[in-house]
């Protein structure tokens, strides 16, 4: 059920314009582009928030923890996962380079000694 609810909140995204510019909101990119790092963090924050805050206004300690996570979660993911996103991006480019060269090279190479090629 829940597929089908995010299938068809997909298309509606795409075949509606106003629903398009709505995805195109600056704050809206911003919560997309940490939505990771706000995954990990908010649940976290709910259990100590709740904990410490106990007896505070249940509407001002949910304010606390959205604060709490969109902070958190954007400084996790501009100092954690960012940087090990470019690291991974550099790695691959490299195993990819490596292959590629090592397939050139061996396609140079004489073949051994009866060895029958299959070309």
Same mark, same amino acid.
């Given at each position: 059920?829940?597929?089908?609810? *995010?299938?068809? %909140?997909?298309?509606?995204?795409?075949?509606?314009?106003?629903? &398009?510019? !709505?995805?195109?909101?600056? @704050? =809206?990119?911003?919560?997309?582009?940490?939505?990771? *790092?706000?995954? %990990?963090?908010?649940?976290?924050?709910?259990?100590?928030?709740? &904990?410490? !805050?106990?007896?505070?206004? @249940? =509407?001002?300690?949910?304010?606390?923890?959205?604060?709490?996570?969109? %902070?958190?979660?954007?400084?996790?993911?501009?100092?954690?996962?960012?940087?090990?996103?470019?690291?991974?991006?550099?790695?691959?480019?490299?195993?990819?380079?490596?292959?590629?060269?090592?397939?050139?090279?061996?396609?140079?190479?004489?073949?051994?000694?009866?060895?029958?090629?299959?070309?």
């Amino acid at each position: 059920m829940q597929g089908m609810v *995010s299938g068809a %909140l997909i298309v509606f995204c795409m075949s509606t314009s106003k629903a &398009r510019r !709505l995805l195109r909101i600056t @704050p =809206l990119q911003y919560l997309g582009r940490i939505s990771y *790092s706000l995954y %990990l963090v908010h649940m976290i924050w709910i259990g100590i928030l709740f &904990r410490l !805050l106990d007896g505070t206004n @249940p =509407l001002v300690i949910s304010a606390v923890v959205i604060a709490a996570s969109i %902070l958190s979660a954007d400084l996790m993911n501009r100092f954690i996962e960012a940087p090990a996103n470019r690291l991974g991006r550099r790695v691959a480019g490299r195993c990819q380079q490596q292959t590629l060269s090592r397939e050139v090279w061996q396609s140079w190479q004489p073949s051994p000694p009866g060895y029958a090629s299959a070309a």
